[in-house]
């Protein structure tokens, strides 16, 4: 006759409650007691700027445009915008892009934005870009024109982020549209 062993099941110990405290303690000091997931800028791999853009034509918002994204004047692809003519990027610091805004029967538009920030800057806004495509009208524009970026973006110091130039844009309006405009 087989016989039948029977093992008593240990009482409950304490260690599972104390492994559970000892972890909750650990993943606290590591998300809070940094305060930046970065400190240095050789430890941010894979930083970006946000960009955040919304495009309109002739003041309304647009549907079905084309976005094109260059880097160092590579094409990276085409880009679906959002609804309500809305778009959003995450471009790599240190590089330099071209954003290209395309809608038939409108004035093309090019954005230049050099994502270069000061040694040591960790913390800065995202850009906000507004874009108005305006009809074409050749009778206004001076050709010549017609290649240059529409604006330029920098990272502006006395500012405190990304921004782009107003005499620049007002020089490009001028020329592109034949008047000086706040929105490119």
Known sequence: MARTI???????????????????MLIASVAFGQGKL???????????????????????????YDLILYK???????LK???????????????TYTVRIMKEGFQEKMILVDTSIPEGLIEY??????????PV??????????????????????????YHSEHYLSHIQTKLAGYASATF
Not at 43 to 53: D, I, K, S, T
């Open 6 to 24: 029977s093992i008593p099941a240990p009482a409950p110990t304490l260690a599972l409650p104390w492994t559970l405290l000892i972890l909750s």
């Open 38 to 64: 970065v400190d240095r800028r050789d430890q941010a791999e894979g930083w970006y700027l946000p960009v955040h853009g919304e495009v309109t034509l002739d003041g309304a918002r647009a549907q079905d």
């Open 72 to 78: 160092d004047n590579v094409e990276l692809g085409k």
């Open 81 to 95: 915008p959002k609804s309500k003519g809305r778009f959003e990027l995450e471009l790599d610091i240190d590089q």
């Open 125 to 134: 806004p995202a850009y906000d870009c507004f874009v108005n495509l305006m």
């Open 137 to 162: 009208n050749a009778s206004n524009i001076d050709p010549f024109y017609t290649d240059f970026p529409s604006a330029v973006v920098r990272y502006n110091p006395d500012m405190g982020g990304f």
